[in-house]
């Protein structure tokens, strides 16, 4: 049965592209969105009433963080280096987020402008688990919008 857009969307599997950089699926994202400070004015109505205004101010966007299990693959250390090194203006990348149904069929995308790593870290290690390692990537980024 054919599934509605009023219906919610079941979150199977995620992605992220970064430009190259960093390509691959995560088990595990949290973070994505936006808050707005408030401004608190302080007026007088006509009556003569002090009330306070409540006015938007600076839009920040919140830091993104992804969990997938460890791989050979050391390519968000290798981006994270670059800021490690100082090289911001070369870690700065766009970036997309892609979440994909049962079907891996993508439902949803969140694009990121100048995203770059704050932080890594890796696995847990315990000798006497069976868990499999996870590493973990943090995002910071200027702008942030859904467009699927």
Partial sequence: MPSRDTD???????????QGVVSGFFTEISGLGSETEIIEHKAVD????????????????TDVTLKRGIT??????LWRK??????????RK?????????????VARWNFRNAWP??????Q?????????????????EFMERDQ
């Fill in 118 to 123: 704050t932080k890594v870290s890796g696995p």
């Fill in 8 to 18: 919610p969307l079941i979150s199977f599997s995620f992605s992220l592209d970064v």
């Fill in 46 to 61: 006509p009556t003569g009433k002090d009330f306070i205004q409540k006015i938007p101010g600076r839009t920040k966007f």
């Fill in 82 to 91: 670059m800021v490690e090194d100082g090289d911001i203006v070369g870690a």
């Fill in 72 to 77: 050979k693959l050391k390519d968000i250390w």
């Fill in 125 to 141: 290690f315990q000798s006497d688990s069976n868990a499999f390692g996870v590493e973990e990537l943090s995002i910071t980024y």
């Fill in 94 to 106: 766009n970036a997309s987020i892609t979440m994909y149904d049962q079907s891996l069929t993508p």
